[in-house]
């Protein structure tokens, strides 16, 4: 059988997920065709359909669509119902099964490939999009002291800690706001490294935290605020998309292969 993926995004040529997923095939023995599918910014599901249509058997989605993915989707996993927003789908028949496999590739690099303990420590994620709403869940599961969330929009901030708050400790606030305190680590979830920029945020709040953007396959604005910040650890988000791909590759076939693996090819 012949399983037929692709990755949704705008801009999607930097994508590294059909290398990723060929390499997953190789190591698992399945036949595996993964294009990369440039979609209008407004008209996601015109062309999610037309790949179903085509006989997809599943496809992943990135940044700006991962909320129009889940608006798509018929059916969801907890993980997707709970962030509300979707990165993965799965085609079984007539159903349009959403998942959200970002917060567990996110958890999984920061824990088992960079050797981070989560449990009680204060994080601060910058930006509250739909990349956000995907790893808060797992986040909150390794029982943090508290998830701070900043955004340019303080008010999407706020919602977006309230709508998580039964299941940790959260708090919401804009960039500007974010002073020098006590942060453990320092999230860019933010599109700002998309488009070469620094997200607005205090001088000096990196002091020994651990930075990780979620941006990968360049050095960052972010990633150099980090260092002249004196941040005490600094980290791309390659381990975080190769983690959960992985992730993906099981929910669409059942077996899960060696993200390790693969990690260690593409940092050659």
Known sequence: MMYKFAVFGNPIKHSL?????????????????YDKILAPIDDFSSSAQEFINQGANGFNIT???KLDAFKFANEFTLNAKTAGAVNTIKIEQDKIIGENTDGIGLVND??????????DK?????????????????LLKQQPNRVMIANRTTAKAIKLAKDFAELGKTCGFGLDKVKHNSVD??????????DGKMPDIAYGV???????????????????WAT????????DGLGMLVEQAATSFEFWTGVKPNA???LSNLRR
């Not at 002249?228 to 980290?235: E, K």
Request: aromatic share 6%.
């Open 185 to 194: 680590i320092i999230i860019n979830a933010t599109s700002a490294s998309l």
């Open 17 to 33: 997920s059909p290398n990723i997923h060929t390499q997953f095939a190789q190591q698992t023995g399945f036949e595996v065709s």
């Open 206 to 224: 990196a002091n020994d935290a651990i930075c990780y953007d979620l941006m990968y396959g360049k050095q960052t604005p972010f990633m150099d």
């Open 122 to 138: 204060v994080i601060l994620i910058l930006g509250a999009g739909g990349t956000t709403q995907g790893i808060l869940l797992s």
């Open 260 to 262: 390790k693996q693969v």
């Open 110 to 119: 920061l824990t088992h490939n960079l050797g981070i303990e989560l449990k």
């Open 63 to 65: 940044v700006p669509f």
């Open 228 to 235: 002249t910040n004196h941040s005490s650890m600094i980290s």
